[in-house]
């Protein structure tokens, strides 16, 4: 039972680089979500998907692009990689649930970014 | 502005200390209301959530809501060092928007 699983683990990109980060559930979940942690700045959303082929922009979605094509995977890019862009991402999912907003979502490990 | 604010701390008690956090929000549509606890280099995990205004007890940790303020608050009783880790206060539309507070990073001294 793997969860959510977030590749890669650690990266180091140079400045105006591209990358991928692919994040991964096994438990069906219809929600999904991006964020980014940062010292003093806790969790900050970048995007977020309520089911398959849909996307929602969260607090801070500038610079990053993301996509749902299938419902176990949510991708986040990063087209045109800046140091501001270094911190740690952490995906999360959460599942649907009948007559109330399910509060658990499931995160992943985090992945590592540094921008250089 | 932040739609979730919540002071970073660090926050150092002696053990057997009562842990006292909180939040405050400025978002209406926050429906629900929950408290994270992440430890270092791991992912957050649930710790407790509640939905309407009013104390919620789990054990040694209890989690008051006043929507009227807009401010929340998760207190640990008798705390142990094991509760040493990150605490984040988060919130949730009903439209599944997910929502966290700066998280504050408590130390329980033995």
């Known amino acids: 039972n793997a969860g959510v699983t977030q590749t890669p683990k650690f990266r180091v990109l140079k400045t105006g680089q591209s990358m991928t980060l692919l994040c991964a559930q096994d438990?069906?979940?219809?929600?999904m979500y991006w964020y980014r942690q940062d010292p003093g700045m806790g969790l900050r959303l970048i995007h977020y998907?309520?089911?398959?082929?849909?996307?929602a922009k969260g607090e801070v979605p500038d610079g990053y692009n993301v996509s749902r094509l299938k419902k176990q995977n949510f991708l986040l890019g990063l087209e045109s990689a800046a140091p501001s862009q270094t911190s740690v991402y952490f995906c999360?999912?959460?599942?649907?649930?009948?007559?109330?907003?399910?509060?658990?979502?499931?995160f992943g490990q985090g992945t590592r970014l540094t921008v250089v | 502005q932040k739609e979730v604010e919540q002071d970073p701390g660090p926050l150092s008690v002696p053990e057997g200390a009562i842990v006292s956090l909180n939040c405050t929000y400025s978002?209406?549509?926050?429906?629900?209301f929950m408290w994270y606890r992440q430890y270092s280099r791991k992912g957050p995990e649930l710790l407790m959530y509640?939905?309407?205004?009013g104390n919620k007890e789990d054990g040694r940790f209890t989690a008051q809501v006043d929507k009227s303020s807009k401010y929340i608050s998760l207190f640990i009783r008798d705390s142990q060092p094991s509760d040493s880790a990150t605490y984040l206060c988060?919130?949730?539309?009903?439209?599944?928007?997910?929502?966290f507070g700066a998280g504050t990073t408590v130390t329980v001294r033995a």
């Open positions: 999360a999912s959460s599942r649907r649930t009948v007559g109330r907003v399910n509060t658990e979502a499931f």
């Open positions: 438990m069906n979940h219809e929600y």
């Open positions: 998907s309520v089911g398959e082929g849909t996307t």
């Open positions: 978002n209406s549509a926050f429906q629900y």
């Open positions: 509640t939905y309407s205004s």
């Open positions: 988060a919130m949730i539309t009903n439209d599944y928007k997910l929502s």
